[in-house]
């Protein structure tokens, strides 16, 4: 992908920027009415303390009354417990 030799410090700034991107995103005001919700959830491999572990990447998007479509609420959780990630997004909304 042509970064070969960036440096750690870089790598850190750009996941920060994204990280203040998606949290701006995800805070932004819903106006109007959004009477649907769906959840869904896909597993991803994710490194924590030195080791590979499985979690729950959790979406939610909802549905407007003229049929708009927007991502509301994206949620990380732990696979073991993922009735605890879904209310944890649930509450975030």
Known sequence: ????G?????????CKDID?????FLDRPL???WPYL????TYLKQREGGRIVSVAAIIAVAANTDGKREIVGLHIGKTKWIYDSINDLL???
């Open 31 to 33: 106006i109007g009415d």
């Open 38 to 41: 769906w959840l869904d959830a």
């Open 20 to 24: 203040d991107r998606v949290n701006a």
């Open 1 to 4: 992908m042509g970064l070969s």
């Open 6 to 14: 960036i440096s750690k410090s870089t790598v850190s700034k750009l």
């Open 91 to 93: 509450s975030l909304l």
